[in-house]
């Protein structure tokens, strides 16, 4: 194969500047290298020397973009209500684009200037049922910053994702994705919708490695039939994410048929406001999820005032195999959110008042169709000050858990006794349970009622 390097200012004029944009459009210039790649013999190695004021781009396989530093790259123009980045060819369940990498630089979405979603994208994977604002009740396309659907062998490294409108990198039907030390950056605050890095399946072997910023929504979204009911994503490495003051942190989501296994997650630190990590079907079918062994370690975040509500670190529902946490550390909580709440499993606007609903809604159902079979915690260290909230349940049990492991827990209240570590709700029971290593001071119980635990060991 034919690889050809060229650097961009040899074609473009690159006047523009990829945190201020304006400039010369330097779009048709730059597509008519990157459609070198349409002749499958041929590769394209484009070197951006300076920054390019843009309305979109599509590649093709072999494609490499390789910015010099994080002044070079891509500034899109106002109003283009699109990707600034996408393949050419998108395909839902088959790799037809391989071998694109993007390296280093800034890609400038110009988000203050584009819209929410764009009813004129022909094509993406939207979610049927999801809800919109929109008024004629239709699901628009959200308008991303970088997408590639149907990608074998992509490899994002060393870039800054800038205002992007809605979610920042999304990437659907994929194989061998590496996604590594690459920063999003919000400027202006943040809007709803704005995830960082989202992902769609079918897909296999998926690594986000050392990468953080701020976002409106959650910062990984890992969602394999979250748009089909059927797709699976398997063997994840989500390491060292690192959390701006943002609104949420990552979320598993499993809603059908389509299974979310292998999955690690280790070294998650920073600041969020209402959601920590999200393992949930999300939507009210009438499956509860396919998730299996899920392993998430070494967590450090720093709650801040929630912007939306009940806020929680760990949330977990859904049909669930194996759920393992080690080595997590709570602190500065400025509410009573719990470590981690089991068996709640749907996105409810007024989840706290569960006890409600009707025996033959489709929350109540759905609910009890959940099976939490395990659930281990390994490390767990809770430090309270003198003007932290008061009785706070740590771990909060909705439905029965088949079995369940808390081992190596350290709990310090410098107030009187109050709270629990273990506490259940109405329908919350445990199989059985196993506590090892604990030692708390000035906590109230250990397990707020005894006869929801079937056998203690």
Known sequence: MEIKKIYASSVAKLTSNVY???????TLAIQQVLDMAKDENVGVHLIMDGAALVESL???SNTTIECMNKDCGFYQKSNMNCAVITNAIWNDYELETKNISLLGGTYH???????????????????????????????????????????ENL??????????????????CFKNVTIENTWLDLPYGTRANQDGFHFWGPGQFLNVLHCGGKVGDDIINVGPDERDKVSSITDVLIDGIFMDDGEQGVRLLSRGTGRLDRVTIRNISG?????????????VDDTCGNF????????????????????????AGGNIECLMLKNIRHHAAHDNRPILEIGWPFYLPHRENYKTFEEDTPYHTCRHKQRLQNIIIDGLTIVEHEDDPKDTNYISIYDKVENMIIKNVTVIKNQEENGNLLYFEDCGAVENLVMEG????????LISDETKVKNRF
């Open 20 to 26: 201020t944009g304006g400039g010369d459009d330097d």
């Open 58 to 60: 599509k590649l093709y």
């Open 109 to 151: 979405q110009n988000g203050q200037n584009q819209a929410h979603d764009n009813p004129n994208i022909d094509k993406q994977f939207v979610c049927p049922d999801k809800v919109t604002d929109n008024p004629d009740g239709a699901t628009h396309p959200f308008v991303m910053g970088l997408e590639f659907y149907g990608v």
């Open 155 to 172: 490899l994002i490294r060393d870039i800054t994702i800038r205002d992007f409108r809605t979610f920042a990198l999304t990437v659907g």
């Open 271 to 283: 600041v969020y406001r209402s959601y920590g990590f999200y393992i949930d079907p999300w939507f």
């Open 292 to 315: 299996g062994h899920i392993l998430i370690e070494n967590v450090d975040l720093k709650s801040v005032e929630k912007s939306y509500g009940p806020p929680f670190l760990f949330s």
């Open 438 to 445: 604990i030692h708390t001071k000035g906590l109230k119980n």
